[in-house]
């Protein structure tokens, strides 16, 4: 009788993920691929094709060919509970699906951090890999006047990326400060590869101003973006522009490992030990949903992931080595790239925070914690259910977001109503 058991779900098409799929169905198991967008690659490798020259084409390729292993991208994991079996709930353009799977690999990578500043919710204000994704989509961006800001290496690469597309870039503006930019940048020159990396991306971003130690104050327009004002040192600049690329750092995406009874760690991100198991038997987790270390770690994790999730332990004699550098690596982007309050974008009472409910800054000040604001103001009950506004209230007034709850995606009336049916392997 045929099994609708898998024998490994990845859940994330990113490296992580890709690389997870790729080295669990080596070791011999059935591998089930999810990814939410409508191709593999994630955000760093959106658009990339499998076949084409480099290291996501020849990834990509691997991954499509390999008849262990099957790909369901248009799939979102909306519920999600541990168990033997640890059983999916994922929907899809087919309709609503329960996946029943013996392991787990968690590889669902990060989202930006918004903070609201005055007239943020303008039309042209868009999150610095949001215009990326955009802009690699087909959003014609040439001739554009764009101000990158916020914080974190993203900016450089979505500056690069924007000018290449034929974008005017007129400034990058990053709230950390030159010492720890600095530290930066030393360190990961020296890992392997990165130094030419760095060569190519200052090539591209030639003339463009980069300000350290510059805060994002206002945005501004009639119905649509016009002028950002930014803070340089004691004395403000403000520059006429079509797009505001914004964001600042990005965090672990980790509702499905809370679905799951992940534990966390003190930064936000999954806690594994050096096998990347979570404490949760037969579920593994891997690249940035980990913590934020760029696409080699996010390799390297998922290359143990599979390893470890299939047995393979053989494999993994290099491992803790590049793992170490990697750390490394980890450490000093989060300190290089920590928040400073006094760098913060400061919002007034009459600022939105929550967007979904039109909850301003003023209607939220009089409460103590999350649970308080949300009975009162219905903040982060809107259809993004805090994804948002919860890292928002976490800087902003220091409350502790707690609201992940299933699902964890608006469904559409016709999926609720039908009977899920049940994926399982060829």
């Known amino acids: 009788m045929k099994s ?7 859940v994330g098409a990113g490296p992580a993920g890709l690389m997870a799929a790729l080295t669990a169905a080596q070791g011999g198991l059935r591998v089930l691929l999810l990814d939410a967008q409508p191709t593999a690659g994630g955000q760093i490798w959106r658009g990339a094709a499998a076949g084409q020259k480099g290291a996501a084409g020849d990834l990509l390729r691997d991954v499509a060919s390999h008849p262990g292993i099957t790909v369901l991208s248009g799939a979102e994991v909306i519920a999600a509970e541990a168990g033997k079996p640890h059983v999916l709930t994922v929907t899809s353009p087919a309709g609503l699906t329960h996946v029943h799977a013996a392991r787990v690999i968690l590889c669902t990578g990060a989202t930006e951090r918004f903070l ?5 919710t303008l039309p042209g204000v868009v999150g610095a890999g949001g215009l990326q994704a955009m802009s690699k989509g087909g959003l014609d961006v040439r001739g554009k006047r764009v101000v990158v800001a916020g914080s974190g290496p993203l900016l450089l690469a979505v500056a690069a990326g924007l000018r290449q597309k034929g974008a005017r870039v007129l400034a990058v503006a990053e709230q950390a400060g030159l010492p720890g930019v600095a530290a930066f940048g030393v360190t990961a020159a020296r890992l392997p590869g990165k130094a030419t990396e760095a060569l190519e991306l200052a090539a591209g971003l030639r003339g ?32 006429a522009c079509d797009y505001l690329a914004v964001g600042f750092g990005l ?34 987790a891997a690249g940035e949903v980990c913590g934020i270390g760029g696409v080699d770690g996010a390799l390297l994790e998922g290359f143990v992931a599979g390893c470890a999730a ?32 006094d760098r913060l974008p400061i919002p ?45 209230t976490e800087t902003l007034y220091g409350w502790r977001f707690g609201g992940v709850r299933a699902p964890l995606a608006p469904l559409p009336l016709s999926q609720l109503l039908a009977e899920p049916t049940v994926l399982g392997p060829p």
Not at 212 to 232: F, I, P, Y
Request: hydrophobic share 40%; glycine share 10%.
């Open 251 to 284: 965090m672990p995406e980790t509702r499905v490992a809370a679905l799951l009874g992940c534990s966390l760690d003190a930064q936000g991100a999954v806690d594994v030990n050096v096998w990347q198991a979570t404490g949760v038997s037969g579920i593994y």
């Open 4 to 10: 609708d058991l898998w024998d490994a779900v990845v």
């Open 348 to 392: 007034s009472p009459h600022t939105i925070v929550c967007r979904c409910e039109d909850v301003r800054h003023g209607d939220l000040q009089g409460f103590t914690n999350w649970t308080a604001a949300k009975l009162q103001t219905r903040c982060g009950m809107g259809a993004c259910q805090g994804r948002v506004c919860g890292p928002v």
């Open 116 to 120: 609201p500043f005055d007239g943020w």
């Open 208 to 239: 463009v101003p980069y300000w350290a130690d510059c805060a994002v104050v206002r945005a501004s327009g009639q119905d649509q973006l016009q002028t950002v004002t930014l803070r340089r040192g004691r004395r403000e600049v403000t520059l």
């Open 310 to 341: 299939s047995g393979q332990i053989n494999r993994l004699h290099d491992a803790p080595r590049r793992a170490e550098i990697q750390r490394r690596f980890q450490t000093v982007l989060e300190r290089s790239f920590a928040l400073r309050p």
